[in-house]
C-alpha cells in the first residue's frame, strides 16, 4: 500500500545565510528514534564527504550530528561509520543537488547489521545549502 512519509524537522541557527527550519525523513527500518530534542549540538559535515569508511575529521563528529552525502555505500553504513566516531545522529542528503521534492525511503541493507543513532534523510537541494 501507499505510505506517508513521516517528516521531522530541524532548525539551523547559525550561519545566519543558512538559518531555516528542514524537514527529513527517519530511516525506515534501522537506527535509533529522533526522541530528544537537540540544542546547542553542531552540524558537522563529513570528510570525506560519502562517510563510508575512516573519517578525516571523525574526532569533530563526537557528541555532534553528522551531515553525510547519499552514494558509495548503504545508508546503514554511513550510519555505522558516524556511531563509531560517537556521532549523535546522522543526516543523510541526496547527492542529487537538484532534488527538492523526493524523498528517498532509507532501508536496511542485506548485511544482518545494526545501527543505534537516528538516521535522516534530507533532500538534495538542503544538503546542498547547508554544506
Known sequence: GLRIHEYLYFQVLS????????????????????NTRYDQIHLVPADPPEACGELNNGVFIQDQIALVERGGCSFLSKTRVIQEHGGRAVIIADNAYDNDSFYIEMIQDSSRRTADIPALFLLGRDGYVTR
Request: overall charge neutral.
Open 15 to 34: 550561519p545566519g545565510d543558512i538559518r531555516y527550519i528542514f524537514t527529513a525523513t527517519p530511516a525506515k527500518d534501522f537506527g535509533g528514534v529522533f
